[in-house]
């Protein structure tokens, strides 16, 4: 039987690449498997060799402590791979398939699902609704920062890729499809941008230039992202993004001083629970008050930002249960309306699929995605907390190379 080598977290501010089990097709007892999950047949699953995995923000606040994600869980949830199993209840996914893998686990079969609220599947995860792979509190399905993952209900989960050799061309685009891209893009649409919309992102690390990308691809007059984070911002410039530096003035202010009037039709909130307030420390609701002020009255926010709740480094009693001390009245007053939680990736990714085939967007520069092995693994997630501008994908099988 084959191996198997993974990304694990081992503690506050720690990973390493340990060695794990070959996937088979029943979930078995680990780090963070839900009990009543230990055991479940998997008939209708695929394991997947893993093309390309990507670091996520979103497993940055498991790997600072800033979760009460247990140790040696295995991380990782955007993952692209090629079928090389499937259980004897998949019928249509064939060994040798090219795939992306959403991050979101879902039946296919509960309520939700048939609604493509795919985020919140009701069937997944035995705590709550909505699951993914190598989170704290999904359930437990084994991560995919891994050279082998298993993926459940294969035929409804992964989206084949139609032509093996123009998907591998263009892989460090179609990694993005397991998350950022369709996060992003449901961040834009669910902001209400359309064309002529002028836009604030708050937060230019990939979430936010993957929303930046989607709000253009959208059709917007203008994107403005805003960040700490100079390199971050530079990145966000280079595909026709204004930007904002808020260490450099009131937010206000400056979207005032670049479209002429102080406010936005549209807001994206990219940053979640670990943002900062001007002074520079920890103030978990100062994006999304921030975003209330300057969108225009009867505006939406889109917040695919991450917010728990559980936060064991939270500032405060109330934040490290996920109450923040949010200006509601602001938001009432002017009629403003929110969409949290997880992005349904499969509502998005055939859209943005074919976007990217067809050249109509290029969201692997726009991120600036650099292929990394899984060794360096550690070294992705050290550089990427300091704030590299960078989309580290690893490459655990060496199918990315040539990229």
């Known amino acids: 039987m084959a191996g198997n080598r993974a990304v694990a977290y081992k503690g506050p501010g720690e990973v390493e690449v340990i060695d794990i089990d070959y996937p088979t097709f029943e979930l078995k007892d680990g780090p963070g498997v839900n009990p009543a999950n230990v055991g479940r047949k998997v008939p209708h699953g695929a394991i997947i060799r893993t093309v390309a995995t990507n670091i996520c923000g979103s497993d940055q606040h498991m790997v600072r402590g800033r979760t009460t994600a247990p140790v040696n869980l295995v991380l990782g949830h955007e993952i692209t791979g090629e079928v090389v199993e499937v259980g004897p209840g998949v019928e249509f996914i064939k060994v040798g398939d090219l795939v992306s893998v959403p991050f979101n686990i879902a039946c296919g079969r509960c309520r ?9 599947c009701l069937n997944v995860n035995p705590d709550r609704p909505g699951s993914a792979y190598g989170y704290v509190d999904m359930g437990g399905w084994v991560g995919g920062q891994a050279e082998f993952v298993l993926v459940p209900y294969a035929d409804w989960n992964l989206l084949k890729f139609p032509d093996k050799d123009q998907a591998l061309e263009k892989i460090m685009d179609l990694t993005m499809l397991s998350d950022i891209f369709p996060t992003g893009f449901h961040g834009a649409v669910t902001a209400g941008v359309g064309v002529g919309s002028t836009v ?6 990939p979430v936010g230039l993957a929303a930046a990308t989607s709000a253009l691809l959208l059709g917007a007059a203008a994107v403005i992202v805003g960040d700490f984070n100079d390199d971050r911002l530079a990145q966000a410039r280079s595909f026709g993004c204004e930007t904002v530096n808020l260490g450099a003035g009131e937010l206000v202010d400056q979207i005032e001083q670049i479209l002429g009037v102080p406010e936005v039709d549209c807001g994206v909130d990219a940053v979640g629970f670990e943002a900062r307030g001007h002074g520079g420390g920890e103030a978990p609701a100062t994006v999304l008050n921030s975003l209330m002020d300057v969108t225009a009255a009867g505006g939406a926010l889109g917040i695919p930002g991450l917010y728990v709740t559980g936060d064991p480094g939270g500032v405060d009693e109330a934040a490290q249960k996920g109450s923040l001390s949010l200006s509601l009245g602001t938001g009432w007053a002017k009629s ?21 085939l067809h050249d109509r967007v290029h969201i692997a520069k726009n991120v600036n995605a650099k292929a990394i092995s899984l060794d360096d693994a550690p070294r992705g997630y050290a550089e990427f907390d300091a704030g590299a501008a960078t989309k580290y994908v690893l490459n655990p099988n060496g199918y990315l190379d040539a990229a």
């Open 112 to 120: 939700n699902c048939k609604e493509r609220k795919t985020g919140i």
């Open 200 to 205: 604030y992102v708050a937060g230019a690390g």
């Open 336 to 356: 403003l309306s929110f969409t949290t939680g997880q992005c349904p990736v499969m509502k998005y990714n055939y859209g943005l699929m074919q976007a990217i």
